[in-house]
């Protein structure tokens, strides 16, 4: 992890230094780099116990109060203007030191997901108490990007350098929420550079892309009955919510399967949260459910998760969905 926090934290130092003509008193970049690299080892002790921490804590989406509070408090400790609550959402912050510009942002997440609950071990062993757990690290991601915090405020202190370093705790990332309400809400405007980074197999930096992803709900509408007594009477709208989810798994499988196209592997649907309703004996009224399409452009994922009422396509009527 240190050495991974020194790539992001070289990375910004860069970026800091560049709109800068400063030949005559800028310390080398090896001095710079040594600086960082020693308050790492000292802070090492300290970033080791967030990052336990937070895996203890495995808290999912917009639920993350005690993960994003223990990264406020270590950035509130070194010296970070912290506004809590931003965007509206109770676990989401922005920290920021230094002043003027050039802005640097580094992206924090946090959240855990449910179902994946696990002792720190190598082989296969739930935690007690808690069914949830950090399938992909985002208990290191945060807990890192506020260690690049901390060594890039020691270096701007010791170098005098100019520039503002704003830290982003941005919460449900699995959801495709935290970012999402931050950008609507103007809070990356002004920055003129974003750095984020993910646990992964390797040490490294690198450029690429990732999906673009569109999700949506699509709610059935029934008729209850009950389903011994009088199920003639019902319409059921899980029907419906099954029947969509067979229809959209085969479309999938059939379109990947039989039409050449460079992006097609690449694809990914995603089907999530049924709300069917309660009770094992009634015809259900209403069923509802949630997909996410993933795609490399963002315009060809809205268009295979576009389906609108008012978008009628040939052979289909609008309101078919909705059961008689």
């Known amino acids: 992890m240190r ?47 967030v990052n336990q921490d937070i895996w203890t804590f495995a808290e999912v989406g917009l639920e993350e109060h005690r993960s994003s509070a223990r990264l406020i408090g270590v950035l509130k400790k070194a010296g970070f203007k912290v506004t809590e609550g931003v965007a509206v959402m109770p676990t989401a912050f922005v920290a920021e ?24 071990t190598g082989s ?19 807990t890192a990007s506020i260690g690049a915090a901390l060594a890039i405020k020691e270096v701007y202190d010791k170098h005098k350098l100019k520039g503002t370093i704003r830290i982003y705790g941005t919460p449900a990332e699995e959801t495709l929420i935290g970012k999402v309400y931050m950008l609507l809400a103007g809070l990356f405007r002004d920055l003129d550079a974003c750095l984020h980074w993910h646990p992964g197999t390797k040490n490294r930096t690198y450029f ?41 798994n085969v479309y999938a499988r059939t379109r990947q399967g039989f039409e050449p196209h460079p992006l097609r592997h690449h694809q990914r649907r995603r089907a999530a949260e049924r709300r069917a309703g309660d009770g094992a004996g009634l015809v259900l009224r209403a069923g509802q459910r949630s997909r996410r399409c993933r795609e490399e452009l963002r315009l060809a994922a809205r268009h295979r998760g576009r389906r609108r009422e008012d978008e009628p396509h040939e052979g289909h009527d609008a309101d078919r969905h909705r059961l008689p």
Do not use: W
């Not at 296969?124 to 945060?142: D, Q, V």
């Not at 999906?211 to 709900?217: D, E, N, R």
């Open 97 to 120: 030191y230094g002043s003027g510009s050039p802005v640097i942002g580094i992206l924090a997440e946090y959240d855990a997901l449910p179902e994946l609950s696990q002792e720190a």
């Open 124 to 142: 296969r062993k739930p935690a007690a108490g808690r069914s949830t757990g950090h399938g992909c690290g985002h208990c290191a991601l945060g």
């Open 208 to 248: 690429s892309t990732s999906k673009a992803a569109v999700s949506a709900k699509f709610t059935f509408h029934g008729l209850a009955a009950h389903a011994s007594g009088s199920p003639d009477k019902g319409r059921s709208a899980l029907d419906g919510v099954e029947l969509m989810n067979v229809g959209a």
């Open 3 to 49: 050495r991974l926090i020194a790539a992001a934290v070289l990375g910004m130092i860069v970026l800091c230094c560049a709109p800068y003509d400063r030949a005559a008193d800028q310390p080398a970049g090896s001095s710079i780099e040594a600086d960082i690299l020693k308050h790492l080892d000292a802070l090492q002790p300290e970033l080791i116990t």
